[in-house]
C-alpha cells in the first residue's frame, strides 16, 4: 500500500504539469495534458466558425481548453459539439465546467449513457492488464458515473459525427463499453482518433482505412495520424 501511494503522488505531480498544444493539421489543434489529450476540431473562419471539441480532460483542465479555445476561435465562441469517446473520469473531468460555459450537446455513444446519466458506475480498473506505472494504480482511479442529464445525447445511428463535417464514429469497446473512435479519410491525411482496445496491440480494417496497427498504455488517449503516401 506504501508503494501505491507513492506512486500516486508521483502520478499527481506529472498530473499537474502545463498544458501544452499541438497543430497537426490546419483544422486540428492537439490538447496535450500530462496524462490525456484533447482535441480542437475545425477550421476558424470557415463553416461559420464551427467546430468541435474531442474529449474533456482531467478536472483541472476546464480553463485551458476554454482559453485555447477562445484563442483559436475567438470570445464568446462555442463548439457545435463536444464528442465523448468514452467516460472515464481522465476524459469527463472537466465537462462540467465546460457546458456551464458553453451552450453545448455532449454525445457518446449509447452504450456510454448509463455512465453519462447516473444510472451506472464502471466496475474498477483491473491492474493486471498492463505491467506500467498506470495499470498498477489504476484500483486507485474512481469510476464512478455522472449525470448530464439532457445535455448528453447518443451518437447518430448512421456514423456521422456532429459539429465534424466529413468524420465518421466507429464502436470500438474493449476500453468500455461504449467507446468509439473517429476517422476521417481525404486526398491528404488519413485520422483515427483515440483507438484504444483492451489488448495492447489490435488490427481493424475499415471500409475507407487502410488497415492500421497501433499501441496504446492504458490511461492515455492517443491520437495517431499517418500521412496518405498516395
Known amino acids: 500500500m506504501e508503494q501505491i501511494a507513492v506512486e500516486t503522488n508521483s502520478l499527481q505531480e506529472i498530473a499537474e504539469k502545463p498544458m501544452s498544444t499541438q497543430q497537426v493539421t490546419q483544422d486540428i489543434i492537439l490538447l496535450r495534458f500530462p496524462l490525456v489529450n484533447a482535441c ?21 483542465t476546464g480553463k485551458d481548453i476554454l482559453q485555447t479555445a477562445e484563442g483559436r476561435f475567438g470570445k464568446g465562441s462555442q463548439p457545435k459539439a463536444i464528442i465523448l469517446t468514452h467516460g472515464h473520469f481522465d476524459h469527463v473531468g472537466a465537462i462540467m465546467e465546460l457546458i456551464n460555459a458553453w451552450n453545448t450537446q455532449v454525445y457518446a455513444h449509447e452504450l456510454e449513457m448509463p455512465y453519462l446519466t447516473g444510472q451506472q458506475d464502471y466496475p474498477p480498473a483491473d491492474p493486471s492488464v498492463d505491467d506500467g506505472l498506470i495499470a498498477k494504480i489504476s484500483p486507485t482511479f474512481p469510476h464512478k458515473g ?17 459539429g465534424m463535417f466529413g468524420w465518421r464514429w466507429v464502436h470500438t469497446p474493449g476500453h468500455s463499453p461504449g467507446h468509439i473512435s473517429l476517422f476521417r479519410e481525404t486526398g491528404a491525411l488519413r485520422s483515427l482518433v483515440n483507438m484504444q482496445f483492451k489488448n495492447k496491440k489490435a488490427h481493424i480494417i475499415l471500409r475507407f482505412l487502410v488497415l492500421w496497427s497501433f499501441y496504446h498504455q492504458i490511461g492515455n488517449c492517443q491520437y495517431n495520424f499517418r500521412k496518405d503516401s498516395n
Open 146 to 162: 455522472m449525470n448530464l442529464g439532457n445535455r448528453v445525447q447518443p451518437l447518430p445511428g448512421d456514423g456521422g459525427v456532429p
Open 40 to 60: 480542437l476540431v475545425g477550421n476558424p473562419g470557415i463553416n461559420n466558425n464551427e467546430w468541435a471539441l474531442v474529449g474533456a480532460g482531467m478536472a483541472h
